[in-house]
Nanobody, 119 residues
C-alpha cells in the first residue's frame, strides 16, 4: 500500500505565499511522475503542475511564473511553492503520483489540502 499525505494549506491574503508538501509512504519501489491538481467549488479538478523523475516540469498557464514544483526523491516528497497568490487560486489541492509498488504501477492520490486566498 502507498499513501500520499498533503500538508501546508491554509488561509492567506492575496499576494501572499504558501508552500504545500506531499509525502509518500508505504512500500515504494520508485516514483515516476508527480503532480499537483486543484479543484475549486463547482469546478472540475484541474492540473496545476507536474514533475517527472528526471526533473522535467510542466505548469498550467494560470500559475506559470508564480508557482514552483519540486521534489526530493530521497525523502519521497514533493513540494509546491505558491507565490503571488490570487483569490482564484482558492481550491482543494491534491497530490498525485505514479508509484511502483508491489510489482505494479499505481496512480495514487492524496486526500487534499484546502488553500483559501482571501482578504
Amino acid at each position: 500500500q502507498v499513501q500520499l499525505v498533503e500538508s501546508g494549506g491554509g488561509l492567506v491574503q492575496p499576494g501572499g505565499s504558501l508552500r504545500l508538501s506531499c509525502a509518500a509512504s508505504g512500500n515504494i519501489g520508485s516514483i515516476n511522475r508527480m503532480g499537483w491538481y486543484r479543484q475549486a467549488p463547482g469546478k472540475q479538478r484541474e492540473l496545476v503542475a507536474t514533475i517527472t523523475n528526471l526533473g522535467s516540469t510542466n505548469y498550467a498557464d494560470s500559475v506559470n511564473g508564480r508557482f514552483t514544483i519540486s521534489r526530493r526523491d530521497a525523502e519521497n516528497t514533493m513540494y509546491l511553492q505558491m507565490n503571488s497568490l490570487k483569490p482564484e487560486d482558492t481550491a482543494v489541492y491534491y497530490c498525485n503520483a505514479l508509484v511502483f509498488s508491489d510489482g505494479s504501477w499505481i496512480n495514487d492520490w492524496g486526500q487534499g489540502t484546502q488553500v483559501t486566498v482571501s482578504s
